[in-house]
């Protein structure tokens, strides 16, 4: 992928030097053309073409977003209420993901949403506990994470 992107801003430069203009017009026309040509020779790249993993890493950002956001929603609502009737909890996640770096933002991006914590990983790796501060079915937990973070992860690193 970084070998793409810096192949990319070399033609966007080769492009305003061909053209002899030195405006950032220029360059993102380059730019442009350049993504063109990577595209249609993405086969020869052993990896696929970086702008769909770009396209992933935004869209798992807005998706962390959009569960920060209903997540506060929840931890408010449990917190405003007048009479506290919270079932903390704590179950264990299973988790397809292999690479040290994709289970590191799993587990980040669970520890910074509201209302969970990842407690402790296990030592293959493969098992995520995690504390709930409101926990009605676990099966539904591991499923909502599942089928979104690491759905979302794996999409990225993929």
């Not at 696929?48 to 959009?66: E, H």
């Not at 704590?90 to 669970?110: G, M, Q, R, Y």
């Amino acid at each position: 992928m970084a070998f793409q992107i810096l192949l990319n801003v070399f033609l966007g430069f080769l492009w305003m030097f061909f053209t002899l203009s030195y405006e950032p017009v220029a360059f993102l026309k380059g730019y442009l053309f350049g993504m063109v040509i990577l595209f249609t020779f993405r086969r020869f790249f052993s990896s696929r073409f970086y702008l769909g993993r770009v396209i992933a890493i935004i869209s798992l950002g807005l998706l962390f977003i959009k569960e920060l956001i209903l997540s506060n929603i929840s931890v408010l609502k449990l917190v405003l209420k007048p009479k506290l009737d919270i079932k903390p909890g704590i179950f264990a996640l299973p988790t397809v993901l292999e690479k040290d770096w994709e289970i590191t933002i799993l587990a980040n991006l669970i520890t910074l949403t509201p209302g969970t914590l990842v407690v402790d990983v296990s030592e293959d790796n493969k098992i995520l506990y995690i504390h709930t501060i409101d926990m009605d079915d676990a099966q539904e937990a591991i499923d909502s994470i599942k089928n979104t973070f690491e759905k979302a992860i794996m999409e990225v690193s993929r």
